[in-house]
Nanobody
Framework: QVQLVESGGGLVQPGGSLRLSCIVSGSFFRINSMAWYRQAPGKERELVASITSGDSPAYTDSVKGRFTISRDNARNTVYLQMNSLKAEDTAVYYC???????????????WGQGTQVTVSS
């Protein structure tokens, strides 16, 4: 069983910062790319940032220069540092991992339960 557990969400004022964490636990062979998605009320889930197993990041345009994705492979953890937060960043943030459970099984998508980020004064 593979589990992804997010933490670090909360309420923050505009211009503030938050750091999200996502820990992968369970039995698996390899974690490939990881990503953060978000879903605001009434909107579709969108990709915010992703990072390859080789540590190459990518960002959606609206967060470039403000958010930083990183990973610690020794701790099976991915982070999202969010700075200069805006009201429009308010959403539930989900961690996603493309994970192979064994060498003989292709990768599948695994999701965390989500963590709420609210940016408001």
């Amino acid at each position: 069983q593979v589990q992804l557990v997010e933490s670090g969400g909360g309420l923050v004022q505009p211009g503030g910062s938050l750091r999200l964490s996502c820990i992968v636990s369970g039995s698996f062979f390899r974690i490939n790319s990881m990503a953060w998605y978000r879903q605001a009320p009434g909107k579709e889930r969108e990709l915010v940032a992703s990072i390859t197993s080789g540590d190459s990041p990518a960002y959606t345009d609206s967060v470039k220069g403000r958010f930083t994705i990183s990973r610690d492979n020794a701790r099976n953890t991915v982070y999202l540092q969010m700075n200069s937060l805006k009201a429009e960043d308010t959403a539930v943030y989900y961690c996603n991992g493309k994970i192979r459970r064994s060498i003989s099984i292709p990768q599948y998508d695994y999701w965390g339960q989500g963590t709420q980020v609210t940016v408001s004064s």
